[in-house]
Every structure is written in C-alpha cells, then in structure tokens.
C-alpha cells in the first residue's frame, strides 16, 4: 500500500508536534500500522504500532508517556501525537505497514514505507 506521512518540522524541547499518515482505505483493516524513526547514523528504529485486528497500540520505551498513535478509519489517516519533545527525538519518522502483519516492533516486518518526515527538537 502507498503511505504518505507528513507533519515534521522544528519545535522547542517540550514542544509537541503531530505526524499524519494517509493510507489507502484498505489498510485500516488488513495492516499493522506503525510509526519508525531514524537519526543520523543510526538504524531504523521503532517508535509505536497498532496491530490491524484488535487495534491493540504498542510502543517503545522511549515513546510511552509521550506519544499517542492514533488510527481515523474514517479519515484514512494514522496519527503520531508526539508531547514533551526532547533532543534524541530529533530523526526522520516513517510510516509502515504489514499486512496482517503480527510483529510490532520489527522494521524487518513491514513492507511498506512512506516518505519519511523530518522531525527536528532543538532550541
């Protein structure tokens, strides 16, 4: 499926910023969708996902407390709710997919990327 996310750009440590992804109608009810990130010189790592049967969301360590994924079915759009930025959050966040797809957190896992947008924490 194609996947276009959008929603990066500069905000202040603390601030909050929130990621779109579009998704072809489809993908609400056949795929994990999930949000990666990348920094500079460092692999894809993952950041949250939400599994395509029970919508169960999952995240990782460093994302709990300050980040919310969101699917709108109604809008064809998954959401990154990204509160309480901080420096290390600074890195290219991508949107994935897997169809019914039963990893969470394996990049390995998932077959289809978006773009990727800039997401940059600095003051």
């Known amino acids: 499926v194609q996947l276009q996310a959008s929603g990066g750009g500069l905000v202040r440590p603390g601030g909050s910023l929130r990621l779109s992804c579009r998704a072809p109608?489809?993908?609400?009810?056949?795929?994990?969708l999930g949000w990666f990130r990348q920094a500079p010189g460092k692999g894809r790592e993952f950041v949250a996902s939400?599994?395509?049967?029970?919508?169960?969301?999952f995240y990782a360590d460093s994302a709990k407390g300050r980040f919310t994924i969101v699917r709108d079915a109604s809008k064809n759009t998954l959401y990154l709710q990204m509160n309480g930025l901080r420096p290390d959050d600074t890195a290219v966040y991508y949107c994935?997919?897997?169809?019914?797809?039963?990893?969470?957190?394996?990049?390995?896992?998932?077959?289809?990327w978006g773009q990727g947008t800039q997401v940059t924490v600095s003051s």
């Open positions: 109608a489809r993908a609400f009810s056949e795929y994990t």
């Open positions: 994935a997919a897997a169809r019914y797809g039963t990893s969470y957190d394996s990049a390995s896992k998932f077959d289809s």
């Open positions: 939400i599994s395509w049967s029970l919508h169960n969301a």
